[in-house]
C-alpha cells in the first residue's frame, strides 16, 4: 500500500446522505486518481487531478465530487446524486513528469468500502 | 470502456505449477502494466512493458507483449499460496499534453491450492 493512506476502511451510509473518503499520500506525487470497483469487475475511474487545484471527471464522474488544495490530499465526495454508490474505493497516486517509463506506474492505497444501508 | 480484457476469469493450480493469464486490447497503447490485488485490498505495482519490447522478466514472473497481436501474458512460475491473488493488466495511452490514459482489464483471480 505504500505511502498511500486511505480511512475509512470501512463506512456506511444512509440513503440521501452525502459521505467524504480521505485519500493522503506522502510519496511526493502530482497525480492523484480515484477509481471504483464493483464486485468481479475492473477498476473504473472517477476523478484524476495531475497538479494541486486541478481536476479531470473520469468515466464515471456523475455523483460524486473531488478537491485537490493541497498535493498530498485528494479526498472524495459521494453525494446523494450517485444512484448506487456501495462499492470499493481506491485511491492512487503517480509522479508527473516525463511519460516512457516508471512514472506512469500508480500506487494505491488500501481501499475505503462504502455500503449504503 | 474497457481496453483490457484478461483471460481466463478464474484460474485455479496446485503449488509449483505455473501460472498463465492473458491480456488482449484493442487500441494501440504506449505501455502495459500487470497489477495484483489481493482480496480487499489495493493494487500492487508488478511489472511495466513498453510497447517496443518484446518481454521481461521480474523474478518469478515473466511477461511478453506481442503488438501485433495487442495481446500480453503474465506468467508466474513455480506458483506458490501467497500467489493467489487477482490479476490486473492496464493499458497506457499518452493522450497529450503530458497526460496519459491507464485502463484496466476485469481481472484474472489465481487460486494457488497448497
Known amino acids: 500500500d505504500g505511502g498511500i493512506t486511505q480511512s475509512p476502511k470501512y463506512l456506511f451510509r444512509k440513503e440521501g446522505q452525502n459521505v467524504t473518503l480521505s485519500c493522503e499520500q506522502n510519496l511526493n506525487h502530482d497525480a492523484m486518481y480515484w477509481y471504483r470497483q464493483d464486485p468481479g469487475q475492473g477498476l473504473r475511474l ?7 487545484n486541478d481536476f479531470q471527471k473520469g468515466d464515471i464522474a456523475e455523483g460524486y465530487s473531488v478537491s485537490r488544495e493541497k ?15 456501495t462499492a470499493f474505493y481506491l485511491c492512487a497516486s503517480s509522479k508527473a513528469g516525463e511519460m516512457g517509463g516508471h512514472t506512469d506506474t500508480q500506487y ?9 444501508l | ?5 484478461e483471460d481466463p476469469q478464474a484460474l485455479s493450480i496446485q503449488e509449483g505449477e505455473n501460472a498463465t493469464m492473458n491480456c488482449s486490447y484493442k487500441t494501440s497503447i504506449n505501455n502495459l ?9 489495493g493494487l500492487v505495482h ?9 518481454e521481461k522478466h521480474s ?21 506458490r499460496a501467497a500467489d493467489t491473488a487477482s ?7 499518452y493522450s497529450g499534453a503530458g497526460s496519459y490514459q491507464l485502463t484496466f482489464g476485469k481481472g484474472t483471480k489465481l487460486s494457488v491450492i497448497p
Open chain 1, 46 to 52: 472517477i476523478y484524476y487531478s495531475q497538479i494541486v
Open chain 1, 71 to 85: 498535493k498530498e490530499s485528494f479526498p472524495l465526495t459521494v453525494t446523494s446524486a450517485q444512484k448506487n454508490p
Open chain 1, 108 to 116: 494505491f492505497g488500501p481501499g475505503t468500502r462504502l455500503t449504503v
Open chain 2, 1 to 5: 470502456s474497457q481496453q483490457g480484457e
Open chain 2, 33 to 41: 502494466q500487470w497489477y495484483r490485488q489481493n482480496s480487499g485490498r
Open chain 2, 46 to 54: 508488478l511489472i511495466l512493458i513498453r510497447s517496443n519490447e518484446r
Open chain 2, 59 to 79: 523474478g518469478r514472473l515473466r511477461v511478453t507483449l506481442d503488438t501485433s497481436k495487442k495481446s500480453s501474458s503474465l506468467l508466474i512460475t513455480a506458483s
Open chain 2, 87 to 93: 490479476y490486473f493488466c492496464a493499458t497506457v495511452i
